[in-house]
């Protein structure tokens, strides 16, 4: 999924926070009894997402819960990542959010605090849904005061991506588990060197908060929330920014008005870049590209501190408190929920499914990429994705911010610093 993750600004959260769902039409939240024959079960309803990538293996999941539920037309709404939750939450200010949606980690509590999403202990009652076969931390995520609002769908780690072709032709070496971020940066500047006439890049990092800086800054013992209290202005932090800033400085990475123009990971999968840090919800474009016989999977570059980490996080599938529909839409969360469903995802490449025991089909469906890294990334050097009751507000901030670190418009440790002041400010508001 996801991971990155969402932002809502400043004013969207404001709105949400005093918005209501006075608009609802209906109350979703009660005793679950759907009935014996599944035939019976009709209606419409909607299912809201944000990655085009994954909605092929999507659609499979529609049709095969209608060889159960025939009557129940599930339409797919797909509104790209970066307007996603602004939609979302214009949708549940009015009480007209979809019937069933994508949730991520850093919007849950606000979404949940509002009074917008269907708790699942009426699942759990109705044999529906068992959190036990979810990892205990992505069920932690999705609950908010006690109560789970959120399905885990699946989940995510970041790894580093590569182009064997690319890597060739620029006469360099495949990136193994000793790489440090001088290997990385090294191996980038000479790609960008070498290929650069041909409109080929080193490295297609965007320099995301997911899939670059978390991962940076805490393989270098550095922290982005520590306590109630941000972490982007101590020296390892500092350090890790400093690194990206680097790379695009000499040409070794993309700029973020590049970034802006055609997304890192779109360029690499358009075979334009050699190397790209990114999450396992990536996997199913590489392994619809032009590429895909040419890209594999390696573990992230160590840091000076000779440690590398990843953060961990994952999509749910969340429903309505107040759907339209209530019994198509309960049917098709449970199913969504299922280990038939989590396998389907699997087989496609779409994400590594976060039912336990399925994650080695996400691994076979590309038996050449080496997909392994993601699931020991998981075991072995994971950390939790930061999250806060308003994440939202100090994402906008880093979204604000950050750039002005990487394209070299300001200092990096003046940025870091204006970055950790008003995120303590946002941090403090939620007190």
């Given at each position: 999924m996801r991971f990155p993750h969402a932002i809502i600004?400043?004013?969207?959260?404001?709105?949400?926070?005093?918005?209501?769902?006075?608009?609802?039409?209906?109350?979703?939240?009660?005793?679950?009894?759907?009935?014996?024959?599944?035939?019976?079960?009709?209606?419409?309803?909607?299912?809201?997402?944000?990655?085009?990538?994954?909605?092929?293996?999507?659609?499979?999941?529609i049709a095969d819960f209608n060889t159960t539920y025939p009557n129940v037309d599930v339409s797919v709404e797909l509104t790209a990542f970066p307007q996603y939750f602004t939609k979302l939450q214009t949708q549940g200010s009015s009480g007209t959010l979809p019937d069933v949606f994508w949730m991520n980690g850093p919007n849950l509590q606000l979404f949940a605090s509002n009074d917008m999403l269907a708790p699942l202990e009426p699942f759990e009652d109705a044999d529906l849904f068992d959190p036990s076969n979810y990892p205990s931390a992505m069920?932690?995520?999705?609950?908010?005061?006690?109560?789970?609002?959120?399905?885990?769908?699946?989940?995510?780690?970041?790894?580093?991506?590569?182009?064997?072709?690319?890597l060739a032709r620029a006469g360099v070496e495949a990136p193994t588990a000793d790489w440090t971020w001088d290997d990385y940066h090294a191996a980038a500047k000479k790609i960008s060197d070498t290929l650069g006439g041909e409109g080929i890049i080193g490295s297609g990092d965007s320099t995301r908060n997911q899939e670059n800086v978390y991962p940076a800054v805490l393989s270098n013992g550095g922290t982005i929330i520590d306590g109630d209290k941000s972490g982007y202005d101590s020296p390892e932090a500092v350090e890790a920014l400093q690194f990206w800033a680097d790379m695009v400085a000499d040409g070794s990475s993309l700029t973020p008005a590049a970034n802006a123009d055609t997304e890192g990971f779109d360029r690499f999968l358009n075979g334009q870049v050699g190397l790209v840090w990114g999450g396992n919800w990536r996997v199913s474009g590489v392994l619809e590209s032009a590429v895909a016989a040419d890209v594999s999977v390696a573990e992230l570059p160590l840091a000076p501190t000779g440690e590398r980490k990843t953060v961990?996080?994952?999509?749910?599938?969340?429903?309505?408190?107040?759907?339209?529909?209530p019994e198509a839409a309960q049917a098709f969360l449970s199913y969504l929920g299922s280990?038939?469903?989590?396998?389907?995802?699997?087989?496609?490449?779409?994400?590594?499914?976060?039912?336990?025991?399925?994650?080695?089909?996400?691994?076979?469906?590309?038996?050449g990429m080496n997909l392994q890294v993601f699931e020991d990334a998981a075991t072995d050097y994971a950390e939790a994705y930061p999250v806060s009751k308003n994440t939202g507000a100090w994402n906008k901030v880093e979204l604000d911010l950050l750039p002005q670190a990487f394209s070299g418009e300001r200092p990096v440790a003046d940025v870091a610093k204006d970055l950790a002041d008003q995120m303590n400010e946002a941090l403090a508001k939620e007190k």
């Open positions: 600004g400043a004013a969207a959260v404001a709105l949400l926070l005093s918005g209501c769902t006075s608009g609802s039409s209906g109350d979703a939240t009660g005793p679950i009894n759907l009935p014996e024959d599944p035939a019976s079960v009709t209606g419409d309803i909607s299912y809201a997402i944000w990655d085009v990538n994954q909605q092929p293996a999507m659609e499979k999941l069920n932690d995520i999705y609950t908010y005061d006690g109560t789970q609002y959120g399905v885990p769908k699946d989940f995510d780690t970041i790894a580093l991506f590569y182009n064997k072709a690319i961990i996080h994952g999509v749910a599938n969340a429903m309505s408190a107040h759907s339209d529909n280990e038939e469903a989590a396998l389907i995802q699997a087989e496609a490449g779409a994400a590594n499914p976060a039912f336990n025991g399925t994650q080695q089909d996400f691994v076979d469906s590309a038996p």
